[in-house]
């Protein structure tokens, strides 16, 4: 059974909820996988499982104030991948966001896409963020392809040391105007629930 107090989204195939203590197997498992760190530009992580525990559980007790992590889960409860936003910018009134589906099974199958919708409804109706970007390798296409499909666009190319980088945005009333676009609506689907 889902505990729907810790559910911040849902989208068609996940949800997003609030991390959990038992999520710390699947995260070291992650956290520690070559294949996985290459995609996020860094090197698997090298501590013991009792050193990453100790650190994950400060970390739940003690979040940052300039980001959100999210778990997220099939609409079964199976714990697939994590997702966050971070660096905000209240001045500019804009975030980062980073997402990783580290269950091989749930590749390919739009379950990273459905995870970003739903981070961006969550972000752009609970909080005044303007605008959201995030960072890509270059070569990692198949990443591209996903955050064009939820509507952003490349705004920015980089290098940083080895790594080159494709920065990609979206705008608040782009998602909403999209989101409306896809529902059939004519405006902003926030206006259509008040007027309703």
């Keep these: ?31 520690t996988d070559p294949e996985l760190a290459a995609f996020d530009a860094t090197y698997p992580l090298a501590i013991s499982f009792k050193q990453f525990r100790a650190e994950y559980e400060f970390e739940l007790n003690n979040p940052g104030l300039n980001r959100r992590r999210f778990a997220i889960e099939t609409l079964d409860g199976e714990h697939i991948g994590n997702c966050s936003y971070f660096n905000v910018d209240e001045v500019h009134k804009q975030a980062e966001v ?23 409804k969550y972000i752009f109706t609970t909080t005044d963020i303007e605008r959201v970007y995030l960072h890509t390798l270059d070569w990692n296409i198949r ?34 105007d999209r989101l409306a676009a896809e ?3 004519k405006s902003d689907p926030r206006r259509q629930q008040v007027d309703s």
Aim: proline share 1%; glycine share 10%; charged share 30%.
């Design 143 to 176: 990443a591209q392809r996903c955050f064009a499909a939820c509507g952003f666009r490349e705004c920015r190319r980089f290098a940083q040391g080895r790594y080159r980088f494709v920065m990609m945005e979206i705008h608040r009333q782009e998602f909403f």
């Design 98 to 120: 980073g997402i990783q589906i580290g269950n091989r099974a749930y590749w390919g199958r739009g379950y990273g896409r459905d995870a970003l919708k739903a981070l961006l």
């Design 1 to 31: 059974m889902v505990d729907q107090t810790r559910v911040v989204a849902e989208g068609r195939l996940v949800r997003l909820r609030e991390k959990r203590p038992e999520d710390v197997v699947n995260d070291y498992a992650w956290r």
């Design 183 to 185: 529902a059939g609506l």
